[in-house]
C-alpha cells in the first residue's frame, strides 16, 4: 500500500530525495517513518514523523543531515537526506503506523511498509 521511490547511487557526500506514496492510506492519520536495512543487518529506525502535531525524530546516526516532511494533500512523506555516507548504504523503507510517542522508534509499531527502495553511497 506504500510505494518508496528516489534510491539510486551517489558519491559520499552528496544528496538524495526519497519519497513514499500511497493511493490508499490517508496519511494524515498515521505516523509515518522511514526504517533502512544494510546487508546482513537489522532493520532499523531512520526518521519518524507523528500524524498529531506532525514532530520529528531522527535517529542519533542521521541527525542533523536527514530531514522528514510529509505533504497530507498528497498522501506522500519524504526523506531529504544529505551529506549521504557510505555507512549511510541500505534499503530504505517507509512505513505508517500509530505508535505512542515513546515507541516512535519501534518497528513492529508500524503495520504498512512499502517495498523498499536501495541507496548505494560510494566512497
Known amino acids: 500500500q506504500l510505494q518508496a521511490s528516489g534510491g539510486g547511487l551517489v558519491q559520499a557526500g552528496g544528496s538524495l530525495k526519497l519519497s513514499c506514496a500511497s493511493s490508499?492510506?490517508?496519511?494524515?492519520?498515521?505516523?509515518m517513518a522511514w526504517f533502512r536495512q544494510a546487508p546482513g543487518k537489522e532493520r532499523e529506525f531512520v526518521a519518524a514523523?507523528?500524524?498529531?502535531?506532525?514532530?520529528?525524530r531522527y535517529a542519533d546516526s542521521v541527525k542533523d543531515r536527514f530531514t522528514i516532511s510529509r505533504e497530507n494533500a498528497k498522501n506522500t512523506v519524504h526523506l531529504q537526506m544529505n551529506s549521504l555516507k557510505p555507512e549511510d548504504t541500505a534499503v530504505y523503507y517507509c512505513?505508517?503506523?500509530?505508535?505512542?510517542?515513546?515507541?516512535?522508534?519501534?518497528?513492529?509499531?508500524?503495520?504498512?511498509w512499502g517495498q523498499g527502495t536501495l541507496v548505494t553511497v560510494s566512497s
Open positions: 490508499t492510506l490517508t496519511f494524515s492519520s498515521y505516523t
Open positions: 514523523i507523528r500524524w498529531h502535531g506532525g514532530s520529528t
Open positions: 512505513a505508517a503506523g500509530r505508535p505512542i510517542t515513546s515507541e516512535t522508534m519501534t518497528r513492529s509499531m508500524y503495520y504498512y
